[in-house]
């Protein structure tokens, strides 16, 4: 499956983004998904997963309160909103499929990523 991650872009601190998570060649349903970020120099690092279904979110300690994981299963896409965003927030953000883990290497797909700059 080829994912697209698509919303990213320049935001003031504090301010809000949503990110979308869409598959080409095959549809979303059945997979779960995950969000990751990578920052210059730094490691990719978990933000938030979600199961097939929804039923199951995990997020990282460092979002929680501000990002959540949905998804929308009729259209199919998965979707990141990101809020009260800090410019230790920036990186870019990929989509992932097909786990609920944090671990980068449980997921065999994976998006080109998407810009997300905060400026403080």
């Known amino acids: 499956v080829q994912l697209q991650a698509s919303g990213g872009g320049l935001v003031q601190a504090g301010g809000s983004l949503r990110l979308s998570c869409a598959a080409s060649g095959r549809t979303l349903r059945g997979y779960s998904v995950g969000w990751f970020r990578q920052a210059p120099g730094k490691e990719r690092e978990f933000v938030a997963a979600i199961s097939w279904n929804g039923g199951v979110t995990s997020h990282a300690d460092s979002v929680k309160g501000r990002f959540t994981i949905s998804r929308d299963n009729a259209k199919p896409a998965v979707y990141l909103q990101m809020s009260r965003l800090k410019p230790e927030d920036t990186a870019v953000y990929y989509c992932?499929?097909?786990?609920?883990?944090?671990?980068?290497?449980?997921?065999?797909?994976w998006g080109q990523g998407t810009q997300v700059t905060v400026s403080s």
């Open positions: 992932a499929a097909d786990s609920i883990s944090s671990r980068t290497a449980s997921y065999a797909y």
